[in-house]
């Protein structure tokens, strides 16, 4: 049963949300346009498609450090050497599949791209490019946003099962079988969310700029 104080401090801030999405929308010069998102197809659903993805990646690398460490047996060193292949093939990628969706659909980079680098420049470059010049500002800060609650949800998905199968226990080899368990149920979780992502990347439309990027 979460404490008390959690379950306050976690209404408290619904409340906040609310209210400060209620303010937004009738502020001239908000600081997080929510009217882009009503208005504007294409940048919605690619801000949509944006929050799940860090949703479904950022806890990945937490877990498998934990993984290469305590099942495995691999040193801190060790398991870093392996898991900053990530990274690098990333940066190598995203430079590539950037470029190509200056002239490509980012949608159609989805039948040959793939991980991370393949989505994340075609995406914030669809994002970016649905608003217009005036609106470049509220869109990459609202990238941003998208990104650092995506990377939250991702840590609480991924510690709540945790909590779940390990409890208040230390991550050691004598609970590997309870954290493969909860690793598992963890990715089965972020590959329901990577799907309904993927429709959320397909459902954008670029004709779907109105008024509100104007």
């Known amino acids: 049963m979460p404490d008390t104080q959690a379950i306050l401090l976690t209404a408290a801030g619904l409340i906040g949300l609310i209210g400060f999405i209620k303010l937004e929308m009738k502020l001239k010069y908000p600081v997080f346009s929510i009217n882009l998102f009503t208005s504007n197809r294409l940048f919605a659903f690619s801000n949509l498609a944006a929050l799940i993805n860090y949703a479904t990646t950022f806890a990945i690398t937490f877990l498998l450090s934990l993984y290469l460490q305590y099942v495995l047996g691999k040193t801190p060193r060790d398991a870093g050497m392996i898991l900053i292949t990530q ?43 649905s608003v217009n010049k005036k609106y470049l500002g509220i869109a990459s800060a609202t990238v941003g946003t998208m990104r650092l609650t995506g990377q939250m ?45 993927v429709f959320a990347s397909l459902a954008r439309d670029k004709s779907g700029i109105v008024s509100g990027s104007s």
């Open 87 to 129: 990274p690098v093939f990333m940066a190598l990628v995203a430079s590539i599949s950037g470029k190509l969706s200056d002239t490509h659909d980012p949608r159609n980079l989805a039948l040959v791209g793939i991980g991370f680098g393949m989505f994340s420049s075609p995406n914030t470059n669809a994002i970016m490019g």
């Open 153 to 197: 949800m991702s840590m609480a998905i991924a510690t709540l099962i945790l909590q779940v199968f390990i409890g208040n226990r230390a991550i050691t080899a004598q609970v590997s079988s309870e954290f493969m368990n909860s690793m598992r149920i963890t990715f089965i979780v972020f590959i329901v969310l990577c799907v309904i992502g």
